[in-house]
């Protein structure tokens, strides 16, 4: 089945300390791995897509097949970073595509 | 456009009645997406279309929940009979795919369920 974990319901750091989000999932075939993110009264957004191979705003994710892991990282964290993250799965499921979302990651950045 | 509009906001009604909900996507987008979201969980997925077909429904989801996409562009969702346990909020998404690419999925604001 497919699935995805994020095992932090929640993560607290400094500002200016380096931070990693971590997800893992199980998939059968070739998956596409995003982060969502959900700011404070705002509705969820992408952060980013592993075959996008970006940076946004500082983040960046490796896909790693062999630990089937997409972790979210940056190197130093700011107060705005603070928000809820979902690492989310997409697949041929069935016969369509689906999104599959992690139970999420509510990352505090204190001051 | 203003992305992706839910109706309404928020639902307060008592049990054994029932509700529906309407999603209004981005006007080019063909895939609409429902799901569920409770409390310090993450979305959990409900069904999907792709223009007016629905493709794909979560064997969670009980008899008691339909949805609709007529003429491929908003969708309702419609709870009968509902049970306190549905208490939840209820997200809409769109996204556009072709070409094997998955687009992302724009999310509205939601629809909070509140069953008494």
């Known amino acids: 089945a497919q699935r995805v974990t994020q095992p932090e319901k929640l993560l607290s750091v400094f500002k200016g300390a380096p931070v990693e989000l971590k997800c893992n999932y199980s998939?059968?075939?070739?998956?596409?791995l995003f982060w969502y993110v959900q700011y404070s009264r705002q509705r969820l957004q992408l952060l980013l897509r592993?075959?996008s191979r970006e940076s946004i705003k500082g983040f960046t994710a490796d896909l790693n097949k062999g630990e089937t892991s997409f972790h979210l990282k940056k190197p130093f964290a700011q107060e705005e970073d603070s928000a809820m993250y979902y690492c989310a799965l997409s697949g041929k499921i069935n016969y369509g595509q689906n999104f599959v979302f992690g139970p999420g990651t509510r990352l505090s950045v204190l001051p | 456009d203003t992305g992706v509009s839910q109706d309404p906001r928020h639902k307060i009604t008592k049990r054994g009645q029932n509700v529906t909900f309407r999603c209004d996507p981005i006007s080019e987008h063909n895939r609409l997406y429902w799901y569920r979201q409770t409390l310090g969980q993450g979305p959990e997925f409900l069904t999907y279309?792709?223009?007016?077909?629905?493709?794909?429904k979560s064997r969670l989801l009980s008899d008691r929940f339909s949805a609709e996409r007529p003429k491929g562009s908003f969708s309702t969702l419609e709870i009968q009979r509902t049970e306190q346990g549905d208490s939840a909020m209820y997200l809409c998404?769109?996204?556009?795919?072709?070409?094997?690419?998955?687009?992302?999925?724009?999310f509205g604001e939601g629809s909070r369920l509140t069953v008494l």
């Open positions: 998404a769109s996204s556009f795919t072709a070409g094997g690419r998955t687009g992302e999925l724009f």
């Open positions: 592993h075959i």
């Open positions: 998939y059968s075939g070739s998956p596409e």
């Open positions: 279309f792709q223009n007016e077909a629905q493709l794909e």
